[in-house]
């Protein structure tokens, strides 16, 4: 075929092609006017047929819809579940050969513990109607309709209990780690036990089940903790620091005023505790939306792997330049430490914040937790794993920061509808002072709140045992 025919044919098909877009409004014009005579022919039994089957289309949508969020739900709280077994690998390998078996058992048990305490009275204390102070109705989970504060969520109750009860055993797994290698098992349990019964979800109630910090007192005071870094880690935190301050430091921990290092036995099973507990804040944070909203859990997946790198890259750079010590070198063990921290430091607000306010909180988190470390050695509280620097610490600077890098739920580039104002550092002027004020007056309430129970829970739970809370020298020695 010759040049000019080729050109004839491509232009006579694009003649044809722009011709039949040209028909498309008419033919659209022609289809509606049939379906509107055929609508007014049908008798009303048809029509009323036709609107059934759309009806149970949409019902079927619908229950879709909420199968897809409760699988989503189940499926991180599985992952955050298996943050137990982190919790295990990071401690045991912290701390020395002869308590691992002992530190195994307790992570192991108390899941177990913390399941029938907050299936009892845990969950409606934290979420039943009740008062802007505690939760009154729904204990055993035998109604379903006194949990006023979580019928916006359409997952079945069984699958939003499932998720919230593995938040609690973060919480008092986290005290596990701080006592280490001197409490006596039945103490830890027993404590355990009213943790999660009592402690846990009654500050929990103030933020997450309606209560005075969650606007359900005061619309204007509002406390925003997205995933729990005041409402899990700084609660357990605060628990560990009294306990390990009741208890005292490990034999041979201060001599004269002097720490002595007591290394670990296995750095290997705490690096794979890090790497276990990391994965599972992929189920922690994203998991806390309680709905499979592609947009939000991408953004959530990605300040939360942001924060946690920045904060190990500045825990390292911290160990590794430290002033004072002109042959020092990358600490792995603090390296974890700063991984955990800028974890539980972006938890408040991984859904709030940009990737670079993430890489922000994540680099101060890390040197935070590097100082938090040395300032708690100095004061004799001695904590095998860190677990006061990174989750209390990193808890409260976490809270904090969302006041001042929250983006604001206004504007074309907003990552959220409901959420906090925009950020201090965010150009949020006045609200942003009056929303900071309010995150600060949250972490000191719950803070005192916590510290004031914890005491009165380890106390009983000395009263019970009827002598000291930690093993005797003998055992303390043999492991």
Known sequence: MSRQKRKRSRCSSGWRLQSWKVCLPAIAIIILLCAEVAVAQNPPSELTSLQNQLKSLQNQVKFLEIALDTIWVIFTGCLVFFMNAGFGMLEAGLCRQKNAANILTKN???FALSTAAYWAVGFAFMFGNGNPFIGLSGFYLKSNDVFDSLKDIGIPLNAKFFFQLVLAGTAATIVSGAVAERIKFAAFCLFSLLLVAII???????????????????????????????VVHSVGGGSALVGVYLLGPRKGKYIDGVSYGLSGHNLSLAILGCFILWLGWFGFNPGSTMELDPKA??????TTNTAAC?????????????????????????????????????????????????????????????????????MEID??????????VGGVWGTLALGLFSEGS???GALYSDGPVAGLFRGGGIDSIRQLSIQLLGIV?????????????WLFVKSILSSSLRVTEKAEREG
Do not use: Q
Request: aromatic content about 12%; hydrophobic content about 55%.
């Open 108 to 110: 192991l048990i108390v």
């Open 200 to 230: 846990y979800p009654i500050t929990g109630h103030w933020i997450w089940g309606g209560g005075w910090l969650g606007g359900g007192w005061l619309e204007w005071l509002k406390f925003w903790d997205f995933a729990g870094s005041t």
């Open 297 to 302: 859990i991408s953004h959530i997946v990605l």
């Open 310 to 378: 920045a904060g190990g890259i500045a825990a390292a750079i911290a160990t590794w330049l430290n002033p004072w010590d002109l042959n020092s070198k990358p600490d792995p063990t603090m390296i974890i430490n700063g991984v955990l921290s800028g974890l539980v430091a972006i938890t408040a607000s991984c859904r709030f914040v940009t990737i670079d306010s993430a890489i922000a909180i994540g680099l101060l988190a890390g040197i935070i937790v590097v100082f938090s470390v040395e300032f708690w050695d100095r």
């Open 383 to 392: 904590d095998p794993v860190g677990a006061i620097s990174v989750h209390l």
């Open 410 to 412: 206004e504007g074309a």
């Open 445 to 457: 309430a719950v803070g005192l709140s916590t510290v004031v129970l914890s005491l009165l829970a």
